[in-house]
């Protein structure tokens, strides 16, 4: 109740500041798997809009398909420019600049949901919490930003609305909590009139706070390639890869963790595709995982029909897996960009 009253204080103060109005979008989905069992990831209400000519204030809001209340998931604001040395700013609850799938909302992914190995890293709903996040643009001939971060959570802690609203019913003393910075470096360069790359670095650390045990570092390296010719056509590769250490002993518990995925939009209204995963270690044994995907948008993409096949490998077992999914959305937050 304390976060959802100082998430209203602050949409107020925010949105008052401004004559016009904020867009609002709700967006839903009903998922179905091999077995039978329907089930939801929940609704998320999307509060966005232009706080002033320099700065937008985006809100998002969750209820997951169970009994817990309301999950304050993002409430940022972010200064895109008029700070001092060419500085843009993000502070709030957010998705940190580390790697590029962290911030992605899962109705935005092609395949439904996040790849096993990223939220064995991350956390189930990536990795979000409050801070703050300054980034500088370089003076290239390409686009060049470095983003860097302190944050209230350690990456994995700050994920799961259940632990979040556990901590907040406990009594218990908290004090011995780890702090977290991270730092991130991407460039985004044209390779020609319809084809671009996007290559990044990211560093995260956990800050020691009392000698608490099992504090982590993480290095990791992304790239993104697409081509558009058009609006409704193009082809898109995204790939990451993380290395996650222990601060005491790195070498013996270090584990690697990995994504690939490839998305063909070949008219308004489909898209097929392939996704890939891997991790050195998940409880203990190696993951692996391949699957094949693809969307159907009957009107515009307000509304898509999903389809993924799957076939993971853990340890010794393996498992064959199905998973439909029906998504909406109502407002300008939508669940699918062409």
């Known amino acids: 109740m304390k976060k959802l009253f100082i998430l209203t204080l602050f949409t107020t103060v925010i949105f008052t500041q401004t004559t016009v109005n904020p867009d609002i979008s709700v967006i839903g989905d009903l998922i179905i798997n091999q077995d039978g069992e329907i089930s939801s990831s929940g609704v998320e209400i999307a509060i966005q809009g232009y706080v002033n000519p320099f700065a937008r204030a985006d809100v998002f809001l969750h209820k997951h398909a169970d009994h817990n209340a309301i999950h304050l998931e993002e409430a940022v604001i972010s200064f895109e420019r008029g700070l001092p040395l060419n500085m843009g700013l993000r502070a709030g609850k957010f998705r940190p600049d580390i790697g ?6 899962a109705h ?13 890293i991350l956390g189930d709903e990536m990795w979000g919490t409050f801070g ?19 944050f209230t959570k350690a990456m994995g802690t700050a994920c799961n609305h259940e632990v979040e609203e556990a901590e907040e019913d406990s009594h218990e003393d908290h004090t011995e909590k780890t702090t977290a910075m991270s730092a991130r470096l991407s460039h985004f360069v044209d390779l020609n009139d319809v084809t671009h790359l996007e290559i990044g670095s990211g560093y995260y650390r956990d800050i020691e ?22 609006t409704y056509r193009s ?55 391949y699957g094949a995907f693809a969307g159907f948008s009957p009107a515009e993409e307000s509304s898509v029909f999903r389809l993924v096949l799957s076939q993971e490998q853990h340890g010794d077992e393996t498992h064959f897996g199905v998973k439909g999914q029906i998504i909406w959305a109502l407002g300008p937050h939508k669940p699918h960009q062409f």
């Open 108 to 120: 935005t992914l092609f395949f439904i949901e996040a790849p096993t190995s990223m939220k064995n």
């Open 235 to 289: 082809f898109t590769w995204q790939g990451e890869i993380f290395r996650k250490s222990p601060i005491e002993n790195p070498e013996n518990e270090s584990k690697i963790a990995g994504y690939t995925w490839m998305n063909y939009q070949f008219n308004k209204r489909w898209n097929v595709g392939v996704v890939a995963d891997f991790s050195t270690d998940i409880d203990g044994e190696e993951f692996k995982s």
């Open 100 to 105: 590029k799938i962290n911030k992605e909302h």
């Open 209 to 230: 706070n009392h000698e608490l045990p099992h504090l982590h570092h993480v290095a990791e390296l992304d790239f993104k390639i697409k081509w558009r010719p058009d």
């Open 132 to 150: 703050v996040e300054p980034n500088w643009l370089f003076p290239l001939p390409w686009y060049a930003k470095l983003s860097v971060g302190y």
